[in-house]
């Protein structure tokens, strides 16, 4: 129903600052609940952030509260990720996601998310 392709991933030093961005064509995004995912080689898939349509209810990891934040503009049909103070590990490939509707307390979970982009590479030098 939805294509999701990010953008916005590159290299940059420690402490610095990126901004990803997940459009989606093909469909509406403002219909779907929007979420961040990044995978680090050898590592399994972690959530980062998600955002409810309406963007009144936002979820972030732990190890990124405070550093990142994510937000949308359905006019645009973009879901973006804002990282600040980045650090080495922050390092991965970061993915958008889409779903129809999810659960309270169930935005983490990968599963529930029935839509994906390609990925964009992040990459944080020390």
């Known amino acids: 129903q939805v294509n999701l392709v990010e953008s916005g991933g590159g290299v940059v030093q420690a402490g610095g600052s990126l901004r990803l961005s997940c459009t989606a064509s093909g469909g509406t995004y403002s219909r779907y609940i929007g979420g961040w995912f990044r995978q680090a080689p050898g590592k399994e898939r972690e959530f980062v952030a998600a955002?409810?349509?309406?963007?009144?209810?936002?979820n972030y990891a732990d190890s990124v509260k405070g550093r990142f934040t994510i937000s949308r503009d359905n006019a645009k049909n973009t879901v973006y990720l804002q990282m600040n103070s980045l650090k080495p590990e922050d390092t991965a490939v970061y993915s958008c996601a889409a779903a129809d509707r999810i659960a309270t307390g169930q935005a983490l979970s990968a599963t529930k998310y029935n839509y994906w982009g390609q990925g964009t590479q992040v990459t944080v030098s020390s």
């Open positions: 955002i409810s349509r309406s963007a009144g209810i936002r």
